[in-house]
């Protein structure tokens, strides 16, 4: 039996000093790591000045997306900006949980057990005003290519009455870090945020939940042709 420890805790646990001053020195040399190395341009930061509470939707084909969305989103929402991982990959070690909770304010998401109190999370979060990092294609894709959207997006956004989703393109994570790759290279990198978009006239059901998925991914693809909403 092997105790995994830094994963059982509320969102907002992860708001706290002992987390924030660590994650802010982080990320504030992932930012120089990103525009020196890989001159990384964000576009439609515009789009976030209402401050959230957001679902930010971003492709994903790396492990650096995450990294990327973390070192795009203004300053002052680095502490309110919550990556939902997936807690058998991000969680299973206790050194990954506390790198996870410490670097990317992850909460740990479980997609093989307690799907419902994963959600409970999820829901808490937004309805404290903070924004959720999710990847609605569920995995990386193993070529770079988009994949189809997830409807679990869906439940979180169908009628909730502040919660908006914005959805991101990230271009270059893949050749700088594809899939069974175990370090980053070089490559340029470019984040997209599109407008938001609220679902809070949708009902919660299987229906409402596609159509949000559906619609998630089109836009994505729209960001990915350099289309700005």
């Known amino acids: 039996f092997h105790k995994v420890f830094f994963t059982e805790f509320e969102p907002r646990a992860n ?88 670097f990317v304010n992850a909460i740990p998401f479980d997609r093989k057990g307690r799907v419902n109190e994963s959600m409970r999370h999820c829901r808490e979060a937004l309805d404290q005003g903070d924004s959720l990092v999710i990847f609605p294609e569920g995995t990386r894709s193993p070529k770079g290519n988009l994949q189809d959207f997830k ?31 175990k370090r980053p290279g070089a490559g340029k990198l470019k984040v997209r945020f599109g407008r938001p978009i609220s679902f809070h006239e949708l009902t919660q059901d299987t229906d409402s939940f596609r159509k949000i998925a559906e619609r998630l991914r089109h836009e994505v693809v729209d960001l990915s042709a350099g289309r700005l909403h």
């Open 15 to 102: 708001a706290g000093l002992l987390w924030r001053i660590p994650r802010r020195v982080f990320n504030s040399v992932i930012r120089v790591m990103l525009k020196l190395r890989h001159e990384l341009e964000v576009e439609g930061l515009e789009n976030l000045r209402a401050g959230g509470p957001f679902i930010f939707t971003p492709n994903h084909c790396s492990h650096f997306d995450l990294l990327s969305i973390a070192g795009s989103v203004p300053h002052r929402m680095v502490h309110r900006t919550f990556a939902v991982a997936a807690k058998d990959y991000f969680f299973n070690k206790s050194w990954k949980a506390l790198g996870a909770r410490v």
């Open 151 to 181: 409807m679990g997006v869906g439940q979180l956004l169908a009628g909730h009455p502040k919660a908006q989703a914005v959805p991101v393109y990230i271009d270059g994570a893949y050749k700088i870090m594809p899939k069974g790759s």
